[in-house]
Every structure is written in C-alpha cells, then in structure tokens.
C-alpha cells in the first residue's frame, strides 16, 4: 500500500514536470512566431500579406520616348562687306601731263564760283572776291600788267566784241529781286562812310537769299555783323517802297 502511494506520488509530480515542459516550449513557440516586432500577424493579415506578395504587379506601358530638345539654330551674321582700297590718285605719266617751262612764273589763277559764277582771283595763296579788295593790295600791280598783257594776247579788238555782247546779255536779262536790292545795297555800302566791304546779295538754290561777306556764305539769320545786316534791311525797305 506505501508503494503505490509513493509510486503515484511519484507520476503526480512527473505529470506536472511534464505539462510545466509543453507549456514552456508552447510559450517559446508563439515568442518565435511573434517575430521581432513582438505582435503576432491576424490570420487574416497574414493571409493578405500572402496574397499582396503572390499577385504579380500590373505592367505599365512603356513611357513614351522624350526627343531632347534640337539644338537652336546658329545665327547667321552676314560677313561684312569687304574693305574696298582707297582710290589712290595716279600722277599723270610724265610723257602725257604738259611740262610748263623753267622760265615761267604763275602771276594768278582765274576762279569762278559754281553757285553764283562770280569770278575771283587767287594770287599767292590769297583769294580776292572783288577788283576793290585786289586794288588795295600789293598784289594789283602784277595782276594788272598781267592781265594787259593778257588782252594783247587775245587780241584787243576780239575782248572788246566780247565784253559788249556780255553786257547786251545783261541788259536784256531782267533783274531778279535779289539783283535789284543788291544794286540799292551796293549804292548804299558807297555812301556810308565806313559801311563794310565786300558784302553782296546772291540768289542761292530755290531762291534763298544769300549774303556773301567776301568769300563767306551766310543765311540771312545768321549773318554775324549787326550793321551789315541792319543795311540789308534797308535795302529791302527801300526795294519795297518803290514797288
């Protein structure tokens, strides 16, 4: 009777070992399956997770193909005309160009003005506009020789018959309104003790007055001697009042 007690307390105590053992290794079952997170996955989450990673992923169409950008066009700079030489003045060849003589000797040279035709002498470098200003230089007596003996020259009797058609020209060709207050200009520059000299009336394109103050050219306006300008206007008084 003792040893059946005993050997029942002994299955009793191993029983209970035992059980102590399955619930020790169910408890470090579920610590495994648990995972380093510490939660255990739902079924149904794990059985979606599944699911996600067994479904294969839709395949997207293929992006279309981006051309880069062209490349702007280069700008075309039009290459600059060339240079041309300048013109260089060729000498004549000495067998052409006239080769004056070692004796002579250049007295003045006859100048005639495009604009108005009025005539000027240039001796030694100095331009006289009128025979007052060359009379009253050095330079007079030379010209005046010169030019005696340039009318013998021509002959006497042809300059004459010459000079008299020119002034029948001129006599018969009225006086444009310039040449008329021109006249009464020059009448007056006379009587006026130490008016200037050397100032005339000139009609210049599109009939525009022009005042010459010897070889100056000057718009009315911008005539720089007060006096010779107030003397034009009395001129053009005068021209007025007789018409």
Request: without cysteine; charged residues 25%; negative net charge.
């Amino acid at each position: 009777m003792d040893n059946q007690l005993v050997l029942g307390v002994i299955l009793i105590v191993v029983g209970i070992a035992l059980a102590l053992l399955a619930y020790a290794f169910i408890l470090n079952r579920r610590e495994q399956e648990k995972g380093p997170g510490g939660a255990t996955p739902e079924p149904s989450e794990a059985l979606a997770a599944a699911e996600v990673e067994s479904t294969p992923a839709p395949r997207l169409p293929p992006a279309p193909a981006v051309e880069p950008p062209a490349a702007p066009a280069p700008i075309a700079i039009p290459a600059a005309p060339p240079k041309q030489a300048a013109a260089t003045a060729v000498p004549p060849s000495p067998a052409s160009a006239p080769v004056p003589s070692r004796r002579t000797l250049a007295v003045a040279t006859l100048l005639r003005d495009e604009v108005t035709g009025k005539l000027s002498v240039l001796v030694g470098g100095r331009e006289y506009a009128n025979a007052e200003d060359l009379r009253a230089s050095r330079d007079y007596a030379r010209v005046e020789y010169a030019t005696a003996d340039l009318v013998q020259w021509l002959g006497a009797t042809a300059v004459r018959e010459r000079t008299a058609e020119r002034v029948k020209e001129e006599t018969k060709k009225p006086l444009s309104m310039i040449e008329q207050i021109d006249e009464i200009l020059q009448r007056k520059m006379t009587e006026l003790a130490g008016a200037p000299r050397g100032v005339r009336l000139v009609e210049g394109a599109g009939g525009s007055l022009r005042v010459f103050i010897g070889v100056q050219s000057y718009a009315f306006e911008d005539v720089p001697d007060a006096e010779v300008k107030s003397i034009i206007r009395e001129a053009v008084a005068e021209w007025e009042s007789k018409k």
